[in-house]
Nanobody
Framework: QVQLVESGGGLVQAGGSLRLSCQAS????????MGWFRQAPGKEREFVAR??????SYADSVKGRFTISRDNAKNTVYLQMHSLKPGDTAVYYC??????????WGQGTQVTVSS
């Protein structure tokens, strides 16, 4: 069982930056695909970014603004967010997965972007 704990959310003005972190427990972190998702009020959870052994991928809405990275020595995945927009306001979740299926989710961290 992998436990995930997100941190780094907060309130930021439009155009600002934040870096989210997700600390994972367990010894096989490096083998997992790690993803970031977000859920805005009244909307469904949506994919933001993913990192695996094969590389990274991003939602079109965040390409060029967000960067996902990982430090396997620290069991941590990051989401660096630049040029934030009010539309990026959401609860951000990290998730761990294998073979295309996510099996563990964090509790989420709130990101609020003011205009």
């Amino acid at each position: 069982q992998v436990q995930l704990v997100e941190s780094g959310g907060g309130l930021v003005q439009a155009g600002g930056s934040l870096r989210l972190s997700c600390q994972a427990s367990g010894r096989t972190f490096s083998s997992y695909t790690m993803g970031w998702f977000r859920q805005a009020p009244g909307k469904e959870r949506e994919f933001v970014a993913r990192i695996s052994w094969s590389g990274t991928s991003y939602a079109d809405s965040v390409k060029g603004r967000f960067t996902i990275s990982r430090d396997n020595a620290k069991n941590t995945v990051y989401l660096q967010m630049h040029s934030l927009k009010p539309g990026d306001t959401a609860v951000y979740y990290c998730a761990a997965g294998v073979r295309g299926s996510y099996f563990s989710w964090g509790q989420g961290t709130q990101v609020t972007v003011s205009s």
